[in-house]
């Protein structure tokens, strides 16, 4: 079975710091990883993908295998970013429709 | 490329009602699904199709039934509405190939 753990529901930084979210996942085969993003009372917009190794809004997240993780870091935090992220893993396999999400974080920038 | 609509964006159900959630989608996508997004859960989903005539049960489907004539739309029905069902629901398609999915604006739905 496939599991996307956010250990942290809530993660509150000032405006420049710097910001991770972490994410961690279970899943036997090779696994696509995603960030959504969530401003309040919007839809879920996608963020970044793992296989596209891009940055977006100074987002950037690496996928470590060895770990089983995908964080999302951002060198200097702005105040827009304050919003909910999602982890998702989708399968790369036969049954990739299947999109499972962590729970979520809150994260808060202040000024 | 209007991509995932969803309607209506408010409903009001009194328990025991019963009434379908509309999703369309206008990119071709083979994948839809839909979640149920509740505070501290994150998104749960309820129903997934992998393509038109073809549908499955998620983490969550009880009370609720999907059906898929086009590929293009993937209405959500609501037998008989409780107040366990109070949430935001999102629609959601996607390519076969694993580039995640787009999401609609949402429904929230309350059921008093």
């Known amino acids: 079975a496939q599991r996307v753990t956010q250990p942290e529901k809530l993660l509150s930084v000032f405006k420049g710091a710097p910001v991770e979210l972490k994410c961690n996942y279970s899943y036997s085969g090779s696994p696509e990883l995603f960030w959504y993003v969530q401003y309040s009372r919007q839809r879920l917009q996608l963020l970044l993908r793992?296989?596209s190794r891009e940055s977006i809004k100074g987002f950037t997240a690496d996928l470590n295998k060895g770990e089983t993780s995908f964080h999302l870091k951002k060198p200097f935090a702005q105040e827009e970013d304050s919003a909910m992220y999602y982890c998702a893993l989708q399968n790369s396999g036969g049954s990739n429709y299947k999109l499972t999400f962590g729970k979520g974080t809150l994260l808060t920038v202040n000024p | 490329n209007a991509g995932v609509t969803q309607t209506p964006k408010f409903q009001v159900l009194k328990t025991g009602q019963s009434m379908t959630l509309q999703c369309a989608q206008d990119?071709?996508?083979?994948?839809m699904s839909w979640y149920r997004q509740d505070p501290g859960m994150g998104l749960r989903l309820i129903h997934y199709?992998?393509?038109?005539?073809?549908?499955d049960q998620g983490e969550v489907p009880n009370g609720y039934n999907v059906s898929r004539s086009t590929t293009e739309d993937f209405p959500l029905r609501l037998l008989s509405a409780a107040p366990s069902q109070t949430s935001v629901y999102f629609c959601a398609s996607s390519r076969r190939e694993a580039y995640g999915y787009t999401f609609g604006s949402g429904t929230r739905l309350t059921v008093v």
């Open positions: 990119m071709n996508h083979e994948y």
């Open positions: 793992h296989i």
């Open positions: 199709s992998v393509g038109a005539g073809i549908t």
